[in-house]
């Protein structure tokens, strides 16, 4: 799942960034409200985090020209406000939630994984389809009850198959999910990337469930 972060205190930014890159998120970081909103209409993210006072364009304004284009992408803003009016005119704005800074990391985290599920049908941290499940907070994969090791990618690339099952997903749309703005469509990585998962996932298991559609991509279903 890849993530957009707003916010203009390089020091916060890169936290939130490298703690969410610890927890396998692909995430991009933008300084000011500008730049965020340019990103976020440009890129097709799974989250936005974003601050509230930011240079040149305030975080609500960014969510409500996000959401002047008909974008719903999941937001969470940061504020140091306190006061009922403020988280209310957030949430009015058109975020889904926020968070009090100084927040506790954990906590972000937890809002996070709420924030990713919300819209799908999984409403609790296990992934489940058909004998495979993946926990979303330990990271554990398991086919029969048996564990499966990942590494990050394949673990990234396994949830958002997961979450996105019976849905064609074509190369372009899992980089822009699984990578972050530094990758080079141009490689054929994401084939690799699919052939080691599926090594994993569906080799000696019944039944198949990564498949590949000619000329489109992939698909995660049963049989
Ligand atoms: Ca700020």
Same mark, same amino acid.
């Given at each position: 799942m890849r993530i957009l972060v707003v916010e203009d205190e390089k020091k916060v930014a890169r936290f939130i960034q490298q703690g969410l890159e610890e927890e396998l998120y692909a995430v991009d970081v933008a300084h000011d409200g500008e730049k965020g909103l340019q990103m976020a209409t440009a890129e097709n993210y799974d989250l936005l985090i974003l601050d509230?006072?930011?240079?040149?364009?305030?975080g609500l304004d960014l969510i409500k020209a996000v959401r002047a284009k008909h974008k719903t992408t999941p937001t969470l803003i940061l504020t140091a406000k306190t006061t009922t009016e403020d988280k209310v005119a957030g949430l009015d704005s058109g975020a889904d939630d926020y968070l009090t800074k100084p927040f506790a990391f954990e906590e972000l985290l937890a809002r996070v994984r709420s924030l990713l599920r919300?819209?799908?049908?999984?409403?609790?941290t296990l992934l489940r389809v058909s004998n495979l499940e993946l926990d979303t907070v330990t990271h554990k994969a398991k086919r029969n009850g048996k564990s499966i090791d990942l590494t990050a990618k394949e673990y990234s690339l396994l949830e958002y198959f997961m979450r996105n099952r019976d849905r064609v997903l074509s190369r372009t749309i899992i980089s822009e999910h699984i990578w #972050?703005?530094? +990758?080079?469509?141009?490689?054929?990585i994401i084939d690799v990337y699919v052939n080691h998962l599926r090594n994993k996932? #569906?080799?000696? +298991?019944?039944?198949?469930?990564i498949h590949t559609v000619r000329g489109v991509g992939y698909v995660m279903k049963e049989g």
């Open positions: 509230v006072m930011l240079p040149k364009m305030s919300r819209g799908a049908q999984e409403k609790s #972050d703005y530094n +990758f080079d469509t141009g490689t054929n996932v #569906d080799e000696g +298991f019944e039944p198949k469930l």
